[in-house]
């Protein structure tokens, strides 16, 4: 079991902070179903903040598609204010044709699967069988 955080109430006058914990670190944490309600309870009351959510966290909480919110951590400034005026949408960026260098990543991880692709696809027609 693992505390991630303990309330103690603040000194006579003082302002309440919150505390802070940080989504990663959350995530790979084995907390108790007790524990988990109370931080939640917590969450709730504003006694405590989570910062630096992975991307699942962050797509569960605001309910967008976890692969939209690659897309949009990796736009520039200039390309997420064209999306954010509706001049562009996230889409075009989601659905974009992947760069060389991707591409370049993608074949030297998958070298041998590549090259059966390839025979699969450039293999010539078989003739068809006479009856």
Known sequence: MVLLHQN??????????A???????LSRKRI???HLALLAADLVKGEVEISNLTPTQASGLTGASVGYVHTASK?????????KRGRASL??????EPSDARLDRIV????QRIMQ???RYTQPP?????E
């Open 126 to 130: 078989l003739p068809l069988a006479a």
């Open 32 to 34: 108790s179903p007790i």
């Open 75 to 83: 736009l520039t400034p200039e390309e997420r204010e064209d999306v």
């Open 108 to 111: 030297r991880k998958y070298p």
């Open 19 to 25: 505390k802070k914990i940080s989504g990663r670190k």
């Open 8 to 17: 103690t109430p603040p000194p006579r006058g003082a302002q309440a902070t």
């Open 117 to 119: 692709a390839l025979d």
């Open 91 to 96: 889409s075009q960026f989601h659905n974009r």
